[in-house]
């Protein structure tokens, strides 16, 4: 099993910037891992993830602004959120090893962590 621990999230004014951490108990250097948010009276879904060769994958609603990034060495995975608007409020999830290619699919993970809160105000 694997543990994952997200930090990072607060509250940010509309424009601002925040980057998410999550670190990992086990090596992360060969896994595809994501992040994934969930809204007030919301769906999970997925914001963005990074292939185990490295590819990224992101939402539309988040493309240009968001980045996702790994460090192999620490076992932490990033999500550098730029340009933040309200509607990106919510809890941000960490999720790893992932099963298969859909990377937006909450059901091809394994292990998630407990979340971190993101708040955007106008």
């Known amino acids: 099993r694997v543990e994952l621990v997200e930090s990072g999230g607060g509250s940010v004014q509309a424009g601002g910037s925040l980057t998410l951490s999550c670190t990992a108990s086990g090596s992360i250097a060969r896994h595809a891992m994501g992040w994934f948010r969930q809204g007030s009276e919301k769906e999970l879904e997925g914001v963005a993830a990074?292939?185990?060769?490295?590819?990224?994958n992101y939402a539309d609603s988040v493309k240009d602004r968001f980045t996702v990034s790994k460090d192999n060495v620490n076992n932490i995975f990033y999500l550098h959120m730029e340009n933040l608007k309200p509607e990106d409020t919510g809890m941000y999830y960490c999720?790893?090893?992932?099963?298969?290619?859909?990377?937006?699919?909450?059901?091809?993970?394994?292990?998630w962590g407990q979340g971190t809160q993101v708040t955007v105000t106008s």
């Open positions: 990074i292939a185990g060769g490295g590819g990224h």
């Open positions: 999720a790893s090893w992932r099963r298969d290619a859909k990377w937006a699919n909450k059901d091809s993970y394994m292990f």
